[in-house]
């Protein structure tokens, strides 16, 4: 016999939830369902960071699911109400939520949740419209994400692009800093965002029935060019000779790792984009003297240490070009993750140094290796893996 539509519903986001948790949540008990151990500790007031992170994330799917099959508009405004609605309804019925069994509690959750977001869209009082998610920032938008889908918006962006949402998103930089930082001009930098934003609604406005993942990089054309300059190489100090740059003027001046091919040593310099960011892509390299048939490569995580004390360590591990090869000034997007919970984040004046030699804390390669985490559970994991920051839950 066909389901009815109602249950048609239910069915399908009960599995969109499932999908979620089971993918991005590791069970207490491997005989109990993920989402039956999460509701667990919802109610028992034990929740941990990242475990809060994927219960409003489970929240926030389902309500945009309503919304969509209601056939509503994608407000942030009505998202976040709706969450925060359902986030009682959930507390509220933690007592009848303890007394379902396991196979039956996800059915319950989605109901209380679609019946906050129901109650909502039959509110007269508020006026919920279109308008509401064309004026909202990029800021308004991604709080609706779920932490893997704001890392699948960001992932699959253009490297460019990428970075201007990061600034847009998250730092509080003047337009003409930022297109300087970027080597954009100040003239290009209205439409661009007006990019960044235009893609953020239609990630926002997706039609998706799980988590999104990060599109898969098509394999480069084969091609001949000179050996990778190596990250960890560029950062290592210049011993100082008669007629050198001093250290003061060249903190970041590369040594003994320039490779042949190159007229000049290359120069790095290596700051934060913004204080809130600290997880994914989160540095900016600014190099001078990189021949346009090299690019810059990381062969392990490397540990860099900030210039201003009481400032956030940061692991890099990815390295992604954002300007034309060709540009004298290149400029590239490092995926860095903080190890210090309670320091500063870095900004665009803020710099970095080698550390020293490739990370080998075995916790912290573990967590790298976990492709199961967010960037923002990274970074949280590797905190607690380097005993600065309480554990998070959900890490290994």
Same mark, same amino acid.
């Given at each position: 016999?066909?389901?009815?539509?109602?249950?048609?519903?239910?069915? #399908?986001?009960?599995?969109?939830?499932?999908?979620?948790?089971?993918?991005?949540?590791?069970?207490?008990?491997?005989?109990?369902?993920? #989402?039956?151990?999460?509701?667990?500790?919802?109610?028992?007031?034990?929740?941990?960071?990242?475990?809060?992170?994927?219960?409003?994330?489970?929240?926030?799917?389902?309500?945009?699911?309503?919304?969509?099959?209601?056939?509503?508009?994608?407000?942030?405004?009505?998202?976040?109400?709706?969450?925060?609605?359902?986030?009682?309804?959930?507390?509220?019925?933690?007592?009848?939520?303890?007394?379902?069994?396991?196979?039956?509690?996800?059915?319950?959750?989605?109901?209380?949740?679609?019946?906050?977001?129901?109650?909502?869209?039959?509110? /007269?009082?508020?006026?919920?419209?279109?308008?509401?998610?064309?004026?909202?920032?990029?800021?308004?938008?991604?709080?609706?994400?779920?932490?893997?889908?704001?890392?699948?918006?960001?992932?699959?962006?253009?490297?460019?692009?990428?970075?201007?949402?990061?600034?847009?998103?998250?730092?509080?930089?003047?337009?003409?800093?930022?297109?300087?930082?970027?080597?954009?001009? /100040?003239?290009?930098?209205?439409?661009?965002?007006?990019?960044?934003?235009?893609?953020?609604?239609?990630?926002?406005?997706?039609?998706?029935?799980?988590?999104? @993942?990060?599109?898969?990089?098509?394999?480069?054309?084969?091609?001949?060019?000179?050996?990778?300059?190596?990250? #960890?190489?560029?950062?290592?100090?210049?011993?100082?000779?008669?007629?050198?740059?001093? #250290?003061?003027?060249?903190?970041?001046?590369?040594?003994?790792?320039?490779?042949?091919?190159?007229?000049?040593?290359?120069?790095?310099?290596?700051?934060?984009?913004?204080?809130?960011?600290?997880?994914?892509?989160?540095?900016?390299? !600014?190099?001078?003297?990189?021949?346009?048939?090299?690019?810059?490569?990381?062969?392990?995580?490397?540990?860099?240490?900030?210039?201003?004390?009481?400032?956030?360590?940061?692991?890099?591990?990815?390295?992604?070009?954002?300007?034309?090869?060709?540009?004298?000034?290149?400029?590239?997007?490092?995926?860095?993750?903080?190890?210090?919970?309670?320091?500063?984040? @870095?900004?665009?004046?803020? !710099?970095? !140094?080698?550390?020293?030699?490739?990370?080998?804390?075995?916790?912290?390669?573990?967590?790298?290796?976990?492709?199961?985490?967010?960037?923002?559970?990274?970074?949280?994991?590797?905190?607690?893996?380097?005993?600065?920051?309480?554990?998070?839950?959900?890490?290994?």
């Amino acid at each position: 016999m066909p389901l009815q539509h109602g249950a048609s519903k239910a069915v #399908a986001l009960a599995f969109v939830i499932g999908a979620l948790i089971a993918t991005h949540c590791t069970p207490a008990s491997a005989q109990r369902p993920p #989402a039956a151990v999460l509701l667990d500790r919802l109610c028992g007031h034990t929740m941990l960071h990242n475990e809060e992170d994927r219960l409003f994330g489970m929240i926030s799917l389902t309500v945009r699911a309503t919304i969509k099959y209601r056939g509503a508009v994608f407000s942030p405004d009505l998202i976040d109400d709706s969450i925060q609605d359902a986030l009682g309804n959930m507390i509220a019925a933690c007592p009848k939520i303890a007394a379902t069994p396991d196979p039956q509690r996800l059915g319950l959750v989605v109901q209380l949740i679609s019946d906050a977001t129901d109650k909502r869209l039959r509110e /007269p009082k508020r006026d919920y419209n279109e308008a509401s998610t064309d004026k909202a920032t990029a800021a308004d938008l991604s709080e609706e994400l779920s932490a893997p889908e704001i890392d699948a918006w960001i992932n699959a962006l253009p490297p460019r692009r990428r970075a201007l949402a990061l600034f847009l998103y998250a730092s509080d930089l003047q337009q003409p800093d930022i297109a300087q930082a970027l080597g954009i001009s /100040p003239a290009a930098m209205a439409p661009e965002f007006r990019d960044v934003k235009g893609d953020l609604l239609k990630f926002f406005r997706a039609e998706a029935d799980v988590v999104p @993942a990060s599109p898969a990089s098509a394999a480069p054309a084969m091609e001949y060019k000179i050996a990778d300059a190596n990250l #960890a190489a560029l950062l290592q100090p210049q011993p100082q000779t008669a007629g050198s740059p001093t #250290a003061g003027d060249n903190p970041l001046a590369a040594g003994p790792g320039r490779q042949p091919g190159a007229a000049a040593n290359p120069r790095i310099r290596i700051t934060g984009i913004s204080p809130d960011i600290y997880a994914g892509w989160s540095l900016l390299a !600014t190099v001078t003297g990189l021949p346009a048939e090299r690019n810059l490569e990381i062969n392990a995580p490397l540990l860099l240490v900030p210039n201003v004390p009481e400032h956030r360590r940061m692991i890099v591990t990815g390295v992604e070009e954002i300007s034309d090869p060709h540009d004298a000034t290149r400029r590239f997007l490092l995926k860095a993750y903080a190890i210090d919970g309670e320091k500063e984040g @870095a900004g665009l004046r803020d !710099t970095f !140094t080698l550390a020293g030699p490739n990370v080998d804390n075995p916790l912290a390669l573990n967590t790298l290796r976990n492709s199961g985490l967010a960037a923002i559970e990274v970074a949280r994991c590797l905190q607690y893996n380097y005993g600065t920051a309480d554990d998070p839950g959900l890490c290994q």
